[in-house]
């Protein structure tokens, strides 16, 4: 399989990936507000993250079968960390990607660039803080 066909077959799981995910949140009458305007981080989670690394976070996302690299299991940055939980880090990864300097960057996705769109700076990080509080409460004891 082409790299190309590799992509399309993952922007197709992740479309019903979401497709599954509620992406309206319920209001009254006809008119219903987005989902991102309320979300929680575990949704944010499941919306941005789930895809690759799967709701649970180890990496079992409906994508990952179709990526060169399989999806970092996020329950266990703590314990690959000394056992301290690295929030920069997160947050670094979280706006910007992953940079392999021998190898150039990932197939994960940014998100600061997306949070930023969704609102102001401010706002954006918020939403990487809130990602990376939830990440810290999947960590394996």
Request: glycine residues 10%.
């Given at each position: 399989?082409?790299?190309?066909?590799?992509?399309?077959?993952?922007?197709?799981?992740?479309?019903?990936?979401?497709?599954?995910?509620?992406?309206?949140?319920?209001?009254?009458?006809?008119?219903?507000?987005?989902?991102?305007?309320?979300?929680?981080?575990?949704?944010?989670?499941?919306?941005?993250?789930?895809?690759?690394?799967?709701?649970?976070?180890?990496?079992?996302?409906?994508?990952?079968?179709?990526?060169?690299?399989?999806?970092?299991?996020?329950?266990?940055?703590?314990?690959?960390?000394?056992?301290?939980?690295?929030?920069e880090k997160v947050a670094m990864v979280l706006?910007?990607?992953?940079?392999?300097?021998?190898?150039?960057?990932?197939?994960?996705?940014?998100?600061?660039?997306?949070?930023?769109?969704?609102?102001?700076?401010?706002?954006?990080?918020?939403?990487?803080?809130?990602?990376?509080?939830?990440?810290?409460?999947?960590?394996?004891?």
């Amino acid at each position: 399989m082409t790299s190309r066909s590799v992509g399309f077959a993952a922007a197709i799981a992740a479309g019903a990936w979401l497709m599954a995910t509620p992406l309206m949140a319920e209001g009254p009458g006809p008119m219903r507000q987005p989902a991102a305007a309320q979300d929680s981080a575990a949704d944010s989670f499941v919306a941005y993250c789930g895809p690759c690394h799967g709701r649970k976070g180890v990496g079992d996302g409906p994508v990952a079968p179709s990526l060169k690299t399989k999806p970092t299991d996020l329950t266990r940055l703590a314990r690959n960390n000394g056992g301290r939980y690295p929030h920069e880090k997160v947050a670094m990864v979280l706006q910007f990607g992953v940079v392999v300097p021998a190898h150039g960057s990932t197939d994960m996705p940014t998100w600061g660039a997306h949070f930023r769109a969704m609102g102001d700076e401010a706002s954006a990080q918020r939403r990487v803080i809130a990602l990376s509080k939830h990440l810290e409460s999947l960590q394996v004891k």
